[in-house]
């Protein structure tokens, strides 16, 4: 058993499936988050991040570092890996303290507790000070009643504590501890080679299929650019980074933060990348990125069609899109797009608006990803389709997945003019994103 005095805890984010074998890892930030801020409090942190991801390599970490306690990042994907490695650590060691957080966990906290008997504790929304809070009642061998921001189960009852206010200012969190993984394993698809910045949390915008609304309550908190710049520098002194992009939704939302992290990085001279939308983007803005070092910028466009962008809540319209991504792509920096098809009311119609729009884009603008549009727990249409009787909370734990509902949405049919519609934007956009791509 393990010393439960010991303030320890093996933290892991499962993918959707064991044993699959990808091309790379992706980048864990919300266990890197948490894995770093409770180092800093002084407790042992051991991450479990590897390709192939088995359950006999998680139960030999298990069994070579013996922790008190073991937390799950759980997504509305990965929630059943969650579940059964929940029930492999229990299987190892019954004493065991099994924490789950992320998105699907603050969703169906209440149901996960209910369902799940080999997880003993949700951590809601951000998890830094209520997951640190946790590891110290646990090694003083106290109740977690009084920890903000939980869900646990007592006495087969479960109880929910209130809500734990979200950190004000985010560059009191500690550096990133990078070391807590084999970054060699790491890569990004969307910037391969470069180095992941976390710079800032959430969004202000109210996207109606986005997660991130109901995960951190539309508040938007940037790390300020003397911040930003520290890691940066950071990261080149102790990794020799070739090149970086800033881990964020929505990067140009404070344009005159954006300015001076741009200031910054121009005398750095190493390239960049960031995500963001057309609506908080202008042309000086980007002319001023390119000049500081901004070699790829991928925007959220999702639609082209004015009533589909209206319906997914998007601040920008077709146009604006199009002129700024033109724009971006005039200045210099090689510049991506992704889209959505399949939210709730597309037709044929907003389909060629969508097919329209994007032949007004220049040559050599690259498609990112086009998306099928799946159905995410804490989103604003999620909440719309609970309240139509189109899904409820039960049903994920009955093998739903978020990838079926736009065959419950829509007619067959229509679903294949759909999936054609994307195959037709892919073979649109092949030739350019077949191109070299050097970063």
Not at 27 to 44: A, D, E, M, N, V
Not at 181 to 186: L, N, Q
């Amino acid at each position: 058993m393990p010393n439960a005095m010991t303030k320890k805890i093996l933290l892991t984010c499962p993918p959707v499936s064991f044993g699959a074998e990808k091309k790379a890892l992706r980048f864990p930030l919300g266990i890197l988050c948490l894995g770093s801020y409770l180092k800093q409090k002084g407790i042992q942190v051991k991450v479990y991040h590897d390709q192939p991801y088995t359950q006999k390599g998680f139960l030999k970490a298990l069994r070579d570092y013996r922790p008190p306690a073991v937390g799950f990042s759980c997504d509305s994907a990965n929630f059943q890996t969650c579940a059964a490695l929940s029930r492999l650590v229990k299987k190892f060691d019954k004493d065991i303290f099994v924490i789950a957080g992320g998105i699907h966990a603050s969703c169906f906290d209440r149901l996960i507790l209910e369902k799940t008997p080999t997880i003993d504790i949700v951590v809601r929304h951000e998890g830094e000070e209520s997951l640190a809070e946790i590891l110290e009642s646990i090694a003083a061998r106290k109740s977690p009643e009084k920890i903000e921001g939980t869900s646990w189960r007592a006495d087969n009852r479960v109880i929910i504590n209130k809500d734990r206010p979200f950190i004000k200012n985010i560059d009191t969190l500690p550096h990133l501890s990078y070391e807590l993984i084999d970054m060699d394993k790491v890569e990004s698809y969307n910037f391969p080679g470069w180095w992941p910045i976390h710079s800032g949390r959430g969004c202000c915008f109210n996207c109606k299929f986005c997660a991130s609304v109901g995960q951190w309550k539309r508040a938007h908190r940037a790390m300020g650019p003397q911040r930003v710049i520290e890691e940066v520098d950071r990261c080149r002194e102790r990794h020799h980074i070739r090149g970086c992009y800033f881990y964020e939704l929505t990067f140009t939302i404070d344009k005159d933060r954006v300015r001076r992290i741009c200031h910054a990085m121009k005398r750095r001279n190493i390239p960049w990348g960031c995500y963001t939308n057309p609506s908080c983007s202008e042309p000086a803005l980007l002319r001023d990125m390119q000049r500081a070092g901004c070699r790829r910028v991928i925007f959220g466009v999702e639609s082209l069609s004015d009533r589909m962008l209206k319906l997914m809540g998007k601040p920008h319209r077709s146009q604006q899109a199009v002129d700024i991504l033109n724009e971006a792509h005039a200045v210099g920096m090689e510049t991506r797009f992704e889209i959505m098809l399949g939210f709730p009311g597309e037709t044929e119609k907003t389909l060629q608006e969508t097919l329209k729009g994007l032949r007004r884009l220049d040559k050599g603008i690259m498609q990112n990803n086009i998306y099928l549009y799946q159905l995410h727990p804490g989103s604003p249409m999620y909440a719309a389709m609970k309240r139509l009787g189109m899904i409820d909370d039960e049903a994920w734990f009955k093998g739903f997945k978020m990838e079926d509902f736009i065959h419950l949405y829509y007619p067959r049919s229509f679903v294949g003019k759909i999936c054609r519609a994307k195959q037709e934007i892919e073979a649109m956009f092949k030739d350019v994103y077949e191109l070299p791509r050097p970063l």
